[in-house]
C-alpha cells in the first residue's frame, strides 16, 4: 500500500515557476514508477510526466517538456515536478500518482495509487 501526499500548488503569474512535491509512504516507493497528472475544470485528467526508478529513465507530454522537469529522491521518499515558464493554462489540480510496473505509462488506469491534489493558478 501507497500513500501519496502532493504540496507545493499555489498561485503564481504566467512566467513563473513552482515545484510540486509528492510525498509518498510505503516500503516499496523505490519500486514503482511514479507519474504527474493534471485536471483542469471540465476537462479530462491529462499526463504530465512518469519517471522509473533504476535505471533512471523519464516521459513528458509535448504540452509541458522543454518547461516541466520531474525527479525523484527515493532517500526520502518523494517525486518532484519542477514548473518553470507557466502558463494560464496551466491552470488545474495537479496529483501524483504511483504504478507498480516498471513502465512509463500515460493512462489513468494505469496507475495504482492516487494523491489527494494540489491546486495550481497561474495568472496572466
Known amino acids: 500500500q501507497v500513500q501519496l501526499v502532493e504540496s507545493g500548488g499555489g498561485s503564481v503569474q504566467a512566467g513563473g515557476s513552482l515545484r510540486l512535491s509528492c510525498a509518498a509512504s510505503?516500503?516499496?516507493?523505490?519500486?514503482?514508477?511514479m507519474g504527474w497528472f493534471r485536471q483542469a475544470p471540465g476537462k479530462e485528467r491529462e499526463f504530465l510526466s512518469a519517471?522509473?526508478?533504476?535505471?533512471?529513465?523519464?516521459r513528458y507530454a509535448d504540452s509541458v517538456k522543454g518547461r516541466f522537469t520531474i525527479s525523484r529522491d527515493n532517500v526520502k521518499n518523494t517525486v518532484y515536478l519542477q514548473m518553470n515558464s507557466l502558463k494560464p493554462e496551466d491552470t488545474a489540480v495537479y496529483y501524483c500518482?504511483?504504478?507498480?510496473?516498471?513502465?512509463?505509462?500515460?493512462?489513468?488506469?494505469?496507475?495504482?495509487?492516487w494523491g489527494q491534489g494540489t491546486q495550481v493558478t497561474v495568472s496572466s
Open positions: 500518482a504511483a504504478d507498480r510496473t516498471k513502465l512509463l505509462r500515460t493512462t489513468q488506469s494505469a496507475y495504482d495509487y
Open positions: 510505503g516500503r516499496t516507493f523505490s519500486t514503482y514508477v
Open positions: 519517471i522509473s526508478w533504476s535505471p533512471i529513465s523519464t
